[in-house]
């Protein structure tokens, strides 16, 4: 697509400090980003220990797996995982290429970010200054360089976008099959891309010809995958996707879904919300829907995305609404192009509101991320170096090879002591999700020891506002630590304490909630 003339807004071109900036600032934005990252770079969330454990199990041959030679689906991202593993394979250390190679593959998708706002937006000026925005996303800079797959998730997201709008089908549907590997939500795109590539071709035929070969690229991708998938662990569905939602169409779950996305979304991106909302409805309104059928892979995906964790009654948090985020962004700065075009009046200030802009929209975002998320991050990072590693650390150098611990998060504690762990949560220990889905709290689990029949520990790690809170003739506390911060809706203190079971013989039973209520009443 041809770029417009920069006069469009403004008389930008005849300013040279915009000129310059627009033409070398890319590599400055991605150097401020660098830096703003390094600030939190010790952050490391426990989800990542549980991609290294899978990793490190993957490189020694004990399987897909957190303990060896138990096949799991406890990761959302194969691909992530291989990935690391293969830095791992490289002799690299592993925690540290996942982090480095993070923050690389953030920086890149900010250079996609700005390939696309030009192929959206035409306009190089505006569309440097949402790449900038966008750079200093608070939801962005939080999960860079922190070892997850979210990076890669926007890097693929910006990808299959642009390629679809350049009606380049084939290379969007290798990304979005990419994207399917690191996020299973990707798999909607999918159909989304197959949706756009009729609607936006001409001749029919060719549409058809199109979606087969989209489609034999997302088999040949994500097929393998699958047969693997389901032949391990016997499902297509990654365990923390059915760990974190209900589908259980409670309109109480619903609505704190709802509550979730929109607080997490404007918290960023409340403005450019605003603006493409009313884009859409403006277009919808004057029946012009060609520009809408132009742009349908975005905007339907921006739309259903929501309504898809609404269904599901997804546990949102903020890296997850970075699959819509990016491109809440970019067209946000496209709907603020097309408002200050259609109204004359403005049009001295065209420039001067642009600029006004996108600096609230940076202060917002630094605003949040100072104030809030960083000294969240910091005492997060300083409570795994200062409480979880020393619990993991006095396990792996008091207890032997096997040794089965309980823990509430297994990740860093997996990851360090290199013992087997059995999560509460499900995400590596199947079976737990019964009990979750049976109504069963954290705290019912711990305190009614429901755990043991399922997991046959020897080691029970606790986590409670109150330090040795499970204190009893069954479990003898040895180690407590604190934990300040561990979540930015959970400012309190936390206390890990480490116990030991005393021996004795627990029948495994297949529990449902009559059996948990006799196990409980021994």
């Given at each position: 697509?041809?770029?417009?003339?920069e006069?469009?807004?403004?008389?930008?071109?005849?300013?040279?400090?915009l000129?310059k900036?627009v033409k070398?600032?890319?590599?400055?934005?991605v150097l401020?980003?660098?830096?703003?990252?390094?600030?939190?770079f010790?952050?490391?969330?426990?989800?990542?220990?549980?991609?290294?454990?899978?990793?490190?199990?993957?490189?020694?041959?004990?399987?897909?797996?957190?303990?060896?030679?138990?096949?799991?689906?406890?990761?959302?991202?194969?691909?992530?995982?291989?990935i690391?593993?293969?830095?791992?394979?490289?002799?690299?250390?592993?925690?540290?290429?996942?982090?480095?190679?993070?923050?690389?593959i953030?920086?890149?998708?900010?250079?996609?970010f700005?390939?696309?706002a030009?192929?959206i937006?035409?306009?190089?000026?505006?569309?440097?200054?949402?790449t900038?925005?966008?750079?200093?996303?608070?939801?962005?800079i939080?999960?860079?360089?922190t070892?997850?797959?979210?990076?890669?998730?926007?890097?693929?997201?910006l990808?299959?976008?642009?390629?679809?709008?350049?009606?380049?089908?084939l290379?969007?549907?290798?990304?979005?099959s990419?994207?399917?590997?690191?996020?299973?939500?990707?798999?909607?795109?999918?159909?989304?891309?197959l949706?756009?590539?009729f609607?936006?071709?001409?001749?029919?035929?060719?549409?058809?010809k199109?979606?087969?070969?989209?489609?034999?690229i997302?088999?040949?991708?994500?097929?393998?995958w699958?047969?693997?998938a389901?032949k391990?662990?016997?499902?297509?569905?990654?365990n923390?996707v059915?760990?974190?939602?209900?589908f259980?169409?409670?309109?109480?779950d619903?609505?704190?879904t709802?509550?979730?996305?929109?607080?997490t979304?404007a918290?960023?991106?409340?403005l450019?919300l605003?603006?493409v909302?009313?884009?859409?409805?403006?277009?919808?309104?004057?029946r012009?829907y060609?520009?809408?059928?132009?742009?349908?892979l975005?905007?339907?995906?921006?739309?259903?995305?929501p309504?898809?964790?609404?269904?599901?009654?997804?546990?949102?948090?903020?890296?997850?609404?970075?699959?819509?985020?990016?491109?809440?962004?970019?067209?946000?700065?496209?709907?603020?192009?097309?408002?200050?075009?259609?109204?004359?009046?403005?049009?001295?200030?065209r420039?001067s509101?642009?600029?006004?802009?996108?600096?609230l929209?940076?202060?917002?975002?630094?605003y949040?991320?100072?104030?809030?998320?960083?000294?969240?991050?910091?005492r997060?990072?300083?409570?795994?170096?200062?409480?979880?590693?020393p619990?993991?650390?006095w396990?792996?150098d008091?207890?032997?090879?096997?040794?089965?611990?309980?823990s509430p998060?297994?990740?860093a504690?997996?990851?360090?002591?290199?013992?087997?762990?059995?999560?509460?949560?499900?995400?590596?220990?199947?079976?737990?999700?019964?009990l979750?889905?049976?109504?069963?709290?954290?705290d019912?689990?711990?305190?009614?020891?429901?755990?043991?029949?399922?997991c046959?520990p020897?080691y029970?790690?606790?986590?409670a506002?109150?330090?040795?809170r499970?204190?009893?003739?069954?479990?003898?506390?040895?180690y407590?630590?604190?934990?300040?911060g561990?979540g930015?809706?959970?400012?309190?203190?936390q206390?890990?304490?480490l116990?030991?079971?005393?021996?004795?013989?627990?029948?495994?039973?297949?529990?449902?909630?009559?059996?948990?209520?006799?196990?409980?009443?021994?």
């Amino acid at each position: 697509m041809a770029v417009q003339s920069e006069s469009s807004i403004g008389i930008w071109g005849e300013i040279p400090f915009l000129r310059k900036a627009v033409k070398y600032g890319l590599g400055l934005i991605v150097l401020i980003f660098y830096a703003t990252v390094l600030l939190h770079f010790p952050y490391t969330p426990d989800d990542t220990f549980i991609y290294l454990q899978f990793a490190k199990n993957v490189l020694r041959g004990g399987g897909f797996a957190f303990n060896a030679q138990e096949p799991t689906y406890g990761v959302t991202s194969p691909l992530w995982t291989f990935i690391i593993a293969a830095g791992g394979g490289l002799r690299l250390d592993p925690y540290f290429a996942a982090k480095i190679l993070d923050l690389v593959i953030a920086s890149v998708a900010l250079i996609v970010f700005y390939l696309l706002a030009i192929e959206i937006i035409r306009e190089r000026l505006v569309a440097f200054l949402a790449t900038f925005v966008f750079s200093g996303n608070v939801w962005f800079i939080r999960w860079a360089a922190t070892g997850m797959e979210t990076s890669l998730s926007v890097l693929l997201l910006l990808l299959t976008v642009l390629y679809c709008l350049r009606n380049e089908y084939l290379l969007a549907a290798v990304a979005c099959s990419c994207l399917t590997l690191v996020r299973p939500e990707a798999a909607l795109l999918f159909i989304l891309l197959l949706a756009d590539a009729f609607l936006n071709t001409i001749e029919k035929r060719h549409a058809g010809k199109l979606a087969i070969g989209c489609t034999l690229i997302f088999l040949v991708i994500v097929g393998p995958w699958m047969v693997f998938a389901e032949k391990e662990f016997g499902t297509l569905v990654p365990n923390a996707v059915t760990a974190k939602s209900g589908f259980g169409f409670s309109l109480v779950d619903i609505a704190a879904t709802a509550g979730d996305i929109m607080k997490t979304a404007a918290t960023s991106n409340a403005l450019e919300l605003v603006l493409v909302l009313g884009f859409v409805s403006w277009r919808i309104k004057r029946r012009e829907y060609s520009e809408l059928i132009n742009h349908f892979l975005p905007l339907a995906w921006m739309f259903l995305l929501p309504l898809v964790y609404l269904g599901a009654e997804v546990d949102v948090v903020s890296r997850y609404l970075l699959l819509l985020l990016p491109l809440v962004c970019v067209y946000g700065y496209f709907s603020l192009k097309n408002l200050l075009e259609r109204f004359r009046a403005v049009s001295p200030y065209r420039l001067s509101v642009v600029l006004v802009v996108t600096t609230l929209l940076l202060i917002q975002n630094q605003y949040v991320y100072q104030k809030h998320v960083k000294s969240h991050m910091d005492r997060f990072a300083e409570g795994v170096e200062e409480c979880l590693r020393p619990i993991a650390e006095w396990v792996r150098d008091n207890t032997p090879p096997g040794t089965v611990i309980v823990s509430p998060d297994v990740g860093a504690i997996g990851y360090w002591s290199d013992r087997k762990l059995c999560d509460l949560a499900g995400l590596i220990t199947p079976e737990m999700k019964r009990l979750r889905r049976q109504g069963l709290t954290y705290d019912d689990i711990m305190t009614k020891h429901l755990f043991i029949p399922i997991c046959y520990p020897e080691y029970v790690i606790d986590r409670a506002v109150v330090p040795e809170r499970l204190a009893d003739e069954q479990l003898t506390p040895l180690y407590t630590r604190r934990f300040y911060g561990l979540g930015l809706a959970k400012p309190e203190v936390q206390f890990y304490t480490l116990y030991r079971l005393v021996p004795g013989v627990y029948p495994k039973t297949e529990l449902t909630l009559a059996g948990a209520k006799l196990w409980t009443e021994k």
